[in-house]
């Protein structure tokens, strides 16, 4: 078993140096798998004891090792604030986590060797796999980091094809190609031709030169609509920590306010500020009460000198209610509740203001993971000061109008890695991708590399320009290709401007979501109808 283990060990190491951030490594990721199911084919066909245990425990260590080698910064982030014992028992969730799931796959595609032809239980894996990624982006316990096709965005030329399939139809193209390869290579080792070589070798150079061809084709002939409108970007670079202490929300306001005049345009439209970039004193920002607030005043006063202008900032906001009215609404006394947001507003030289209250929130920091069921417990997370629910949130996605017409997607730090969700913004009328953001929790790690990496595949999905404004960097603007056209220095107080194109057309992939899950769901469902087959003989 010891081999097998270190072929585990080859396949984490090679799908760690094809992960983003490092820059055109992504092609790695088509022979990841294939060290491990190597491995597992080994299991399977040897005289062991326990296949399916040794062959969870193969999966588990591949993925454990590959997914917190590329999610360390998950620690980083905790151990800023926590000892480093507390951090290291609350990162084993994340980092742990997922390689269970895995692992989990990896055993019900033993079981279906056991019982059915091989390209069955490989159709079987990968329905699996997809509904493990699935399942990672909608349970409560969501973090959908390392969903497979992400790892294309260190190499954005090679599918532009995703605002047809999305990150699913990565996922499956790694999978089919890494399957392939496996098949070409355990024939020559095994020396037998159960499937023609010649076939198989046809077969993996067009299944990975086809989807290239067509993504050049498309990179390097796509061509925008000439819409324009000037957008700024601003990165205060204040201290995270400091940013809820010692330094107060009217000096942050300052530092927001002198950094975007100092690239501003008369026709600036839209200035993009951090994640909870507005503050106040206290519990943040009553929405019902914002216009007497003296931020409310100061931004207006500054939006007076553009016509055209709107500030979209990240703020840190709540609403007050006569009664209980929703699961993370806190008894305030007095006979009111305080609900809390992570939210955005846009605010414009009219009466109106727009919030969006963030949906997608992070498990465990900004929501009580399965809350319903542990709503037992709120009153001991009440007791030690803590939250009792997380945040509040809306169901939804909203676009945000200016007054001028211009709709854009309030997409609030976490919320940028889910596909389908930022489709629903473009599909209620987003022109352009605006995503608020702090990032400066991981320090200088490789996860805000990552986080800007993966807004590029936001912006091919659909086709719209993403503007970025993050507090601590990386900040900057992707165009309709992907590419990243200007981008800022971490930990530097800095500002950006630059003529964005709006785009009204929906892609194919805008339109219909996530088709490909949906047929892999289907073909997890016939696999299960495999599982209660009879037992067939593994041949060799």
């Known amino acids: 078993m010891k081999k097998n283990y270190l072929l585990a060990l080859l396949s984490a190491i090679i799908l760690w140096l094809g992960w983003p951030p490092v820059p055109y490594s992504s092609p790695l990721l088509f022979v990841g798998f294939v060290p491990l199911l190597v491995a597992i084919e080994r299991v ?40 480093s014992y507390v951090s290291l028992l609350i990162s084993l969730i994340p980092f ?8 989990v796959v990896f055993r019900l595609y033993y079981e279906l060797r056991k019982k059915t032809a091989i390209i069955y239980s490989f159709i079987g894996l ?14 409560d316990l969501s973090f959908p980091w390392m969903t497979l096709g992400n790892g294309f965005a260190n190499f954005h030329q090679l599918i532009q094809w ?9 996922t499956v193209w790694i999978w089919i190609v890494n399957f392939l390869a496996f098949l070409l290579i355990w024939q020559k080792r095994e020396k037998i031709e159960a499937y023609s070589t010649k076939k198989l070798s046809i077969a993996i150079t067009a299944v990975l030169i086809s989807p ?28 995270p920590y400091g940013k809820f202490g010692f330094i107060p929300p009217s000096e942050q306001l300052s530092t927001l306010l002198e950094l975007s005049e100092r690239v501003a345009k008369p026709n600036t439209e839209f200035f993009l500020w951090p ?10 920002i009553d929405e019902e009460q914002f216009r007497s607030y003296p931020a409310y005043e100061r931004v207006i006063e500054f939006l007076d000198k553009y016509k055209n202008g709107n500030v979209l900032s990240g703020i840190e906001s709540y609403q007050i209610y006569n009664y209980p009215k929703t699961a993370t609404a806190r008894d305030f006394g007095n006979g009111t509740f305080r609900d809390p947001f992570n ?87 987003a022109q352009f991708i605006a995503i608020v953001t702090n990032d400066g929790w991981w320090g200088n790690t490789s996860g805000k590399d990552q986080h800007l990496l993966y807004a590029k595949l936001r912006a091919i999905e659909n086709r719209r320009w993403v503007a970025r404004s993050a507090n601590t960097g990386i900040s ?22 630059q003529e964005i194109n709006l785009n009204e057309e929906l892609t194919f992939y805008t339109k219909n979501g996530d088709l490909i899950l949906y047929l892999a769901l289907l073909g997890g469902v016939f696999s299960i109808f495999f599982l209660f087959k009879k037992r067939r003989e593994i041949s060799k």
């Not at 509904?131 to 982006?137: A, K």
């Not at 994640?275 to 943040?284: D, K, L, N, P, V």
Request: hydrophobic share 40%; glycine share 12%; charged share 10%.
């Open 275 to 284: 994640e909870t970039a507005i503050s106040a004193e206290g519990w943040g």
């Open 343 to 429: 939210a955005a507003v846009l605010i414009d030289q009219s009466s109106k203001l727009q919030f969006y209250h963030k949906s997608k929130l992070v498990p465990g920091v900004e929501q009580l993971p399965f809350g319903e069921i542990l709503s037992f417990m709120k009153p001991l997370f009440a007791h030690f000061g803590g939250s009792t629910g997380g945040y509040g949130s809306q169901a939804e996605p909203s676009v945000f109008y200016s007054q001028s017409g211009i709709g854009a997607a309030p997409v609030i730090c976490y919320e940028s890695i889910w596909g389908d969700y930022v489709g629903d913004y473009i599909r209620k009328g």
């Open 96 to 103: 742990g986590l997922a390689p269970l799931l895995m692992a």
């Open 162 to 170: 995703y605002s047809f399939t999305g990150v699913f139809g990565g």
């Open 126 to 139: 990968v329905s699996f796999w997809v509904g493990y990624e699935f399942l990672h982006q909608w349970w």
């Open 44 to 83: 399977i066909r040897g005289n062991y004891t326990n296949k399916g245990k040794k062959i969870f425990w193969l999966s588990f260590l591949t993925g454990f090792v590959w997914n917190t080698a590329s999610i360390y910064w998950v620690y980083n982030a905790m151990n800023a604030y926590l000892p």
């Open 476 to 497: 900057g603007f992707i165009n309709q290709r992907g590419d990243i056209v200007q981008k800022t220095s971490w930990w530097t107080p800095d500002a950006l401007t």
């Open 212 to 239: 290239i061809t067509i993504s050049l084709i498309q990179y390097n002939t796509y061509t925008e609509h000439i819409n324009p409108s000037e957008v700024v970007v601003v990165q205060p670079n204040i201290d």
